[in-house]
């Protein structure tokens, strides 16, 4: 059975930084595009970042584009996110999610992980 499991969440000021990371129960772990996706209150969930099975391509929200960097290690099945510079409006649950081959910024993806928190305060 296939988990995702993310930590790392918490509380921070504005402007500091946080590092999620998600561990993936799969065997073919590198068959695998990895995302990160957010949903803050009232709010439907975004699409924040995503990976392609080798690491060669990445895509970030406009929101936290040089701000966030994505990383995968598929030794360890591991998918992590950096995120810098934080804001107030970057408030939410963040969940990893996994999708079989191709990259994609949709919430079609096959196996999501339970999230973690992220609160920023001003």
């Known amino acids: 059975q296939v988990q995702l499991v993310e930590s790392g969440g918490g509380l921070v000021q504005a402007g500091g930084s946080l590092r999620l990371s998600c561990v993936a129960s799969i065997r073919t772990f590198n068959n695998y595009a990895m995302g990160w996706f957010r949903q803050a209150p009232g709010k439907e969930r975004e699409f924040v970042a995503g990976i392609s099975w080798n690491g060669g391509i990445t895509d970030y929200a406009d929101s936290v584009n040089g701000r966030f960097t994505i990383s995968r290690d598929n030794h360890k099945n591991t998918v992590d996110l950096q995120m810098n510079s934080l804001k107030p409006e970057d408030t939410a649950v963040y969940y990893c999610?996994?999708?079989?081959?191709?990259?994609?910024?949709?919430?079609?993806?096959?196996?999501w992980g339970q999230g973690t928190r992220v609160t920023v305060s001003a």
């Open positions: 999610a996994a999708r079989r081959f191709r990259l994609a910024s949709t919430p079609d993806y096959e196996y």
